[in-house]
């Protein structure tokens, strides 16, 4: 079992910036790949970015490339997006994920643990 915790999600005005953290805990958090997602209202989830399970590769959705940024302290068990000059279309619940594997995968189906996501409000 993964147990996995975000933090840092809130209210911010378009072009700020947040960052948001994911605690995890269970299984050894060094062997598997993690990621980030995301849902707004009425939209399907989608893949936002993922890290390897060094840190040494990453990928990003279109969408979020050049402004956000994936990273993790595998001595702290935590991973982190840092997502900068937000726009309105970034608003939505962000998910933590748990890959099964060690590459930073873009497929959901590739992620055996979710944490209970954090709200990301971007106001115009």
């Known amino acids: 079992q993964v147990q996995l915790v975000e933090s840092g999600g809130g209210l911010v005005q378009a072009g700020g910036s947040l960052r948001l953290s994911c605690a995890a805990s269970?299984?050894?958090?060094?062997?598997?790949?993690m990621g980030w997602f995301r849902q707004a209202p009425g939209k399907q989830r989608e893949f936002v970015a993922a890290?390897?399970?060094?840190?040494?590769?990453?990928r990003y959705a279109d969408a979020v490339k050049g402004r956000f940024t994936i990273s993790r302290d595998n001595a702290k068990s935590t991973v982190y997006l840092q997502m900068n000059r937000l726009k309105p279309e970034d608003t939505a619940v962000y998910y933590c994920?748990?890959?099964?594997?060690?590459?930073?995968?873009?497929?959901?189906?590739?992620?055996?643990?979710w944490g209970q996501g954090t709200q990301v409000t971007v106001s115009s």
């Open positions: 890290i390897s399970w060094l840190g040494s590769s990453t």
């Open positions: 269970g299984r050894t958090f060094s062997s598997n790949a």
């Open positions: 994920a748990a890959a099964r594997v060690k590459w930073e995968v873009s497929v959901d189906g590739e992620y055996d643990y």
